[in-house]
């Protein structure tokens, strides 16, 4: 039973320092791809930058193309879960505002790191598996948001099912184009403003003829 206990107690420090480490290489992994892009990116230069030795990445990630892919599914993680937060602190808010938070959110999270984003989204490699975590992850965001706007008066939003579709494939679309873009027309708060109003039309457009869209 000592032993047992002993073995327990030695192996948590170990599982801690992996985890440590396997963050910090995340983290500089973020910063060389944010700078040189997936092509120069090097998997000398994020050992260089996280401070460990080119053996002690290998050991966690076999290529820069599987440390892409551990960014990009930590980016989904850490976003199904911002979202639900938000969607929670909304309870009780008028439609629109639990509308607007919902896109705030989306685009707080693409504008944190767009650079990265871009790299991540547009040229880390997409195996199958990663496709798949992508369409969880999708799933999961639409039920969210399913069960967000099945809350609503019928007279906002007749269809939840298909209105989530909608309201997520519009407000993902825009939002990528919007932090993506080199010269933006409009601040971003505005820009959440305006993505929310076509958001509740898109509502509208699903509702009884005559129904407009909730204040």
């Known amino acids: 039973m000592a032993a047992g206990s002993a073995k327990k107690r030695v192996r948590k420090p ?39 030795s080119i053996g002690s990445i290998y050991q966690y990630f076999p290529n820069k193309e599987a440390l892409l892919v551990a960014l990009m599914e930590r980016h989904i993680g850490s976003s199904i879960d911002l979202l639900g937060e938000v969607l929670q602190a909304s309870e009780g808010a008028a439609p629109k505002e639990r509308v607007r938070a919902a896109v705030a959110c989306v685009l707080d999270i693409h504008m944190e790191d767009p650079e990265l ?27 969210a948001l399913e069960d967000l706007l099945g809350s609503f008066p019928r007279a906002t939003c007749a269809d939840p099912k298909r209105s989530a579709y909608m309201t997520l494939v519009l407000v993902e679309s ?21 993505l929310t109003e076509l958001a509740m039309r898109e509502m509208a457009l699903s509702s009884p003829p005559g129904a407009g869209c909730a204040q």
């Open 14 to 52: 170990v599982q801690r320092r992996s985890e440590a480490t396997v963050d910090t290489i995340l983290e500089a992994a973020a910063q060389i791809f944010r700078t040189y892009g997936a092509k120069g990116a090097t998997t000398n230069r994020i050992a260089e930058r996280a401070g460990v």
């Open 174 to 194: 825009m939002v990528h184009r919007y932090v993506t873009a080199r010269d933006r027309p409009m601040e971003p708060a505005a820009f959440a403003d305006h």
């Open 117 to 143: 984003h871009r790299v991540i989204f547009e040229e880390a490699p997409r195996p199958p598996h990663v496709n798949r975590k992508l369409e969880d992850g999708e799933k999961l965001m639409r039920a």
